[in-house]
T-cell receptor, first 111, second 114 residues
Framework: GENVEQHPSTLSVQEGDSAVIKCTYSDSASNYFPWYKQELGKGPQLIIDIRSNVGEKKDQRIAVTLNKTAKHFSLHITETQPEDSAVYFCAAKTSYDKVIFGPGTSLSVIP | DAGVIQSPRHEVTEMGQEVTLRCKPISGHNSLFWYRQTMMRGLELLIYFNNNVPIDDSGMPEDRFSAKMPNASFSTLKIQPSEPRDSAVYFC????????????FGPGTRLTVT
C-alpha cells in the first residue's frame, strides 16, 4: 500500500542553525504534500503545504521543496528558535484523497 | 474562530464499556476526518466524511468502531465494546471542500482502556 517515509526520526540543532527533514512517498499520483507541527499535548498544526505543480514554497523561515521525479520532498527551517522544538510530520495525499502521514521527526532546538 | 472542538479531552474506561468521542468541526468546513495516534502506528486515518456522508471508512479497525455525522456541525466516534488496545489519542480534523486539503486538527481525546 501507499507509504511515506521520513528521516531523521530525531534531530537536535543549535539555536540559529538550520534544520532539514526529508520524506519520500510511494504513490506517484500523489499531488499534495502538507507538513504538520505537533507540540506536546496538542493536535497537529498545518505549517506549510505544497502541491505537485510547484517545486518550492517558502513562508518566512520555513520552506518546502518537492522533487516529483524522485518522489521526495523536504522541509527546511532556517534560523531555528527554541519554540521550533516539536514533532514534525510530513504527509502525502493519495490519488483517492487519503492523506498518509510519515512517522514524524522530533526536533530539539538547543538554546 | 474556535477551531475544531473535541470532547472529552481525556477518557478512562474499563474494558468492555462503550466509549463515545465527540467532534465539532470548524464552521463552514464540509469535510471531517477521524484519526488515531499511537506510538506504534503513528497517525492513522480512520474515516473521512464529506458533506456528512462517509466517503472512506477503510481505516476503521473493526466492527467495534462506528462513526456518524448527523449534521454539518457534529460527529461522533463510538467504540463498543472497548479493549485495552484501543488506548490512543483520537483526533478529529476538518477542512474546507473535498479532497483532504488543508486539514485543521482538534486538540484530541486521550483514551485509556483498562
Amino acid at each position: 500500500g501507499e507509504n511515506v517515509e521520513q528521516h531523521p526520526s530525531t534531530l537536535s540543532v543549535q539555536e540559529g542553525d538550520s534544520a532539514v527533514i526529508k520524506c519520500t512517498y510511494s504513490d506517484s499520483a500523489s499531488n499534495y504534500f502538507p507538513w504538520y507541527k505537533q507540540e506536546l499535548g496538542k493536535g497537529p498544526q498545518l505549517i506549510i503545504d505544497i502541491r505537485s505543480n510547484v517545486g518550492e514554497k517558502k513562508d518566512q523561515r520555513i520552506a518546502v521543496t518537492l522533487n516529483k521525479t524522485a518522489k521526495h520532498f523536504s522541509l527546511h527551517i532556517t534560523e531555528t528558535q527554541p519554540e521550533d522544538s516539536a514533532v514534525y510530520f510530513c504527509a502525502a495525499k493519495t490519488s483517492y484523497d487519503k492523506v498518509i502521514f510519515g512517522p514524524g521527526t522530533s526536533l530539539s532546538v538547543i538554546p | 474562530d474556535a477551531g475544531v472542538i473535541q470532547s472529552p479531552r481525556h477518557e478512562v474506561t474499563e474494558m468492555g464499556q462503550e466509549v463515545t468521542l465527540r467532534c465539532k468541526p470548524i464552521s463552514g468546513h464540509n469535510s471531517l476526518f477521524w484519526y488515531r495516534q499511537t506510538m506504534m502506528r503513528g497517525l492513522e486515518l480512520l474515516i473521512y466524511f464529506n458533506n456528512n456522508v462517509p466517503i472512506d471508512d477503510s481505516g476503521m479497525p473493526e466492527d467495534r468502531f462506528s462513526a456518524k455525522m448527523p449534521n454539518a456541525s457534529f460527529s461522533t466516534l463510538k467504540i463498543q465494546p472497548s479493549e485495552p488496545r484501543d488506548s490512543a489519542v483520537y483526533f478529529c480534523a476538518s477542512s474546507l471542500g473535498s479532497g483532504g486539503y488543508e486539514q485543521y486538527f482538534g486538540p484530541g481525546t486521550r483514551l485509556t482502556v483498562t
